[in-house]
């Protein structure tokens, strides 16, 4: 199993929200790059970066941040989304090295370009689903749509989606334990899932790991401490 340290970008700056509530962000760090460098120096070969201005506002002024990142740690494999709604936005960060590009709430909107893309550029395009009691929520989470996220990532497998990568934003942000129970109905789809959100304790992710998830992203339980990057890593990766 992977592990993807976060680094969610706002105005440049690394940030965290409380159940994506942009009225409840702390600011970790005014240099993403030396976070970066951190978790590559404890071991780590992924990224999972996230432009929350741009899933908000859909712009990209995040843009020259993760070039820099990426630049500095050209071996890293990174996914990056926020705000990626047309075939010109995929092509920018591809183009600048990112190794996939996560699709969001154009998913919900536009599900044609979804499978086009996927079959235009293959496991360079993952979703994101991002679900809130059962349902999805797009436009950086501010809407709640009456979709359920089970039955909307089986209709991303049938679309030829190959990875989903699913948050519980309940959980997010709130270092209270992530919801196992839904990781363990996605696993029924037989596609590659990523967890996120509230992923804090260590045999979280050993159960994850057991029930075969593909990969683990780990956000505020590394700023604050509760998880150790590397200690982290060696139990994604035991056998």
């Known amino acids: 199993m992977k592990i993807y340290p976060a680094i969610d970008l706002r105005g440049g700056k690394l940030v965290r929200l409380m159940k994506g509530d942009y009225d409840r962000m702390t600011v970790y760090s005014d240099n993403p790059i030396s976070a970066a460098e951190s978790f590559y120096c404890s071991g780590s070969?992924?990224?999972?970066?996230?432009?929350?201005?741009?899933?908000?506002?859909?712009?990209t002024p995040n843009?020259?941040?993760?070039?820099e990142i990426l630049s500095a740690f050209p071996s890293v494999f990174a996914e990056v989304g926020g705000g990626i709604r047309d075939e010109e936005r995929i092509n920018s960060y591809l183009d600048i090295g990112v190794s996939r590009v996560i699709l969001g709430s154009v998913a919900?909107?536009?599900?044609?370009?979804?499978?086009?893309?996927?079959?235009?550029?293959?496991?360079?395009?993952?979703?994101?689903?991002?679900?809130?009691?059962?349902?999805?929520?797009i436009h950086g989470w501010k809407t709640v749509t009456?979709?359920?996220?089970?039955?909307?990532?089986?209709?991303?497998?049938?679309?030829?989606?190959?990875?989903?990568?699913?948050?519980?934003?309940?959980?997010d942000g709130m270092l209270s334990g992530t919801n196992l129970e839904i990781y363990a109905s996605l696993r029924a789809?037989?596609?590659?899932?990523?967890?996120?959100?509230?992923?804090?304790?260590e045999h979280e992710i050993e159960k994850l790991r057991d029930m075969g998830v593909y990969g683990v992203i780990l956000g505020?339980?590394?700023?604050t401490g509760r998880?150790?990057?590397k200690r982290a890593i060696a139990i994604a990766e035991k056998q």
């Open 45 to 59: 070969t992924n990224l999972h970066i996230v432009d929350l201005d741009g899933a908000k506002d859909n712009e």
């Open 63 to 67: 843009i020259g941040a993760i070039t």
């Open 108 to 137: 919900i909107e536009n599900p044609d370009f979804v499978e086009k893309m996927c079959q235009r550029y293959g496991d360079k395009i993952a979703v994101g689903v991002d679900a809130l009691d059962g349902f999805v929520a």
């Open 146 to 171: 009456n979709v359920p996220s089970l039955d909307f990532c089986r209709q991303m497998k049938n679309r030829g989606v190959g990875t989903i990568i699913y948050t519980d934003i309940s959980k």
């Open 189 to 201: 789809l037989n596609i590659n899932i990523i967890a996120s959100g509230g992923v804090t304790y």
């Open 220 to 223: 505020k339980a590394l700023y």
């Open 227 to 229: 998880l150790d990057l």
